[in-house]
């Protein structure tokens, strides 16, 4: 029985999930791709903000109760040239480093992310004699990333098995953002708040984290 290590990039997956309007259990995610073989670990990358609140650690401890691995990094703030601030935090290094470091206790590596920057760790594994599965939407993966996996699943093929039924994401519209006008950003960013707090409650018992 092939032994599989399980990669999530949670704002990968995020990310998906609003794009393609369903939300996405924890758990089934988790049980799904653990039934392709003997489950050596699961590791979701998340960032959080520098103050945790409640709501986030309860989704950190679900996590961790449903058996990942959780890895995460401080949310930093940056401010552009117009004043507008974001928040940014990459876990790259950490997906990277767990993918290399624990190469030798899986067989099989299935990578939920859509982001090329893993190409070349990916060419790296399957150099070694290992198998990458990558699985993300085909809008949001680069086909240099796709090219390099031994195997592509796209996450809506397995709706049926992933998805928490009855928490819906309002899939992401068509107009960019350049054609709303301010008030309708800021009721997007409102909105969005919104939907990371029923995203992360998905599979965890309402537990909801605010990216």
Known sequence: MERIGLFIDGANVYAAAKRLGWNF??????????????????FYYTAVPAQIDDKQKRFVDALTYMGYTVR????????DEHGDTSRRASLDIE???DLLTTESRYDVA?????????ERPVEVLRARGKRVIVASIPEMTSYELR????????LASI??????????LPSEGQRTEGQRS????SEGRFQ??????????????????DR
């Open 159 to 168: 709706r049926e098995q992933v998805e928490r039924p009855g928490y819906r």
């Open 182 to 185: 301010e008030g309708q950003r």
């Open 95 to 97: 997906l990277v480093t």
């Open 72 to 79: 995460t990094r401080p949310l930093r703030e940056n401010t």
């Open 192 to 209: 969005d708040r919104e939907l990371r707090a029923s995203f992360y409650g998905a599979g965890t018992g309402g537990v909801g984290d």
């Open 25 to 42: 259990d924890h758990r089934k995610i988790l049980e799904h791709f653990a039934g392709m073989g003997a489950l050596y670990n699961a």
């Open 147 to 154: 090219n390099a996996a031994d195997e592509y699943v796209d």
């Open 110 to 118: 299935v990578l939920l992310s859509g982001d090329g920057d893993f």
